[in-house]
Every structure is written in structure tokens, then in C-alpha cells.
């Protein structure tokens, strides 16, 4: 008789559902002081460091939080026209505990499949900030 592997999926839809719209929240304001040195439509460079730091969620590389936070502060600075701010710090930092807060509560199927879903929001929510009108600082 074959086995059938079934990972438990007893999480709380809604709960993580507000979770999500907080991360993407974080995010996408966050998103909004990034300026790429050279600008481009394309996916990676509209997603700058927080494409980065889904990666690496996603992958797992980092364990500890203030390496990841480094990571992506280490990130901005290198590809952008503006250096992070504090306040840019303390969005990220607010987002990676409510990350560490969903990874908590989903298994890994579910987490990978979340981390996408993060993803294409943020982006959508800076693309859209792109289109109708440009970032704060009038760029692209």
C-alpha cells in the first residue's frame, strides 16, 4: 500500500491573510525609497533589495535576522541613488518579524507558495506607483 505524504494544513486563513496585507504593507512603503541607479521596467531592478530578501526567505540562507537586515541595508546602498533611511531600517525590520511571525505559522508548501504571493504584490504596488505617477522623489 503506497504512502501519501500530507503535510498538516491547520492554519488560520484569515489570521495569516492580515498578516500578508501587513508584510506587503511594510514592504511596498519601504519599496518607495529605493531609487535603482539605472532604471528599468524589469522586474528585478522595480524590486530592488526586497526581490533580494524574498530570495533568500524563500531559499533560507539566512538564519540570523540582523545579517538579513544587513544583507538588504548593504543591498540598497549598492544599487541605489539614495542610502537607506532610518525610518527605510525600521520598515524592514517591522516586515522581517512579521515575516518570522507567518513563517510560524505555515508549513514550508505554504510558505513558498506565500513568499510568491508577497512578491508580486509588493511589485504590483510599486509598479503601480511607477505608472500613475512616479515615486516621492518624481523618479520613475
Not at 524589469?42 to 537586515?69: C, Q, T, W, Y
Not at 508549513?107 to 508580486?120: C, F, K, P, S
Amino acid at each position: 500500500m503506497p504512502v501519501k505524504m500530507v503535510e498538516k494544513e491547520d492554519v488560520n486563513v484569515k489570521e495569516v491573510r492580515g498578516l500578508m496585507d501587513e508584510i506587503i504593507q511594510e514592504l511596498s512603503e519601504y519599496l518607495m525609497e529605493f531609487i535603482p541607479e539605472r532604471m528599468s521596467f524589469a522586474k528585478h531592478s522595480v524590486m530592488g533589495p526586497v526581490g533580494k530578501l524574498i530570495s533568500i526567505l524563500e531559499s533560507g540562507r539566512f538564519e540570523n535576522k540582523d545579517a538579513l537586515i544587513g544583507y538588504v541595508i548593504n543591498v540598497h546602498n549598492n544599487t541605489s541613488r539614495k542610502r537607506i533611511s532610518s525610518e527605510g531600517v525600521k520598515k524592514l525590520e517591522n516586515a522581517l518579524s512579521k515575516l518570522e511571525e507567518l513563517r510560524a505559522k505555515v508549513n514550508v508548501r505554504m510558505w513558498v507558495r506565500l513568499m510568491r504571493e508577497i512578491d508580486y504584490a509588493v511589485y504590483k504596488n510599486k509598479m503601480e506607483r511607477i505608472v500613475l505617477g512616479g515615486d516621492k522623489d518624481g523618479n520613475a
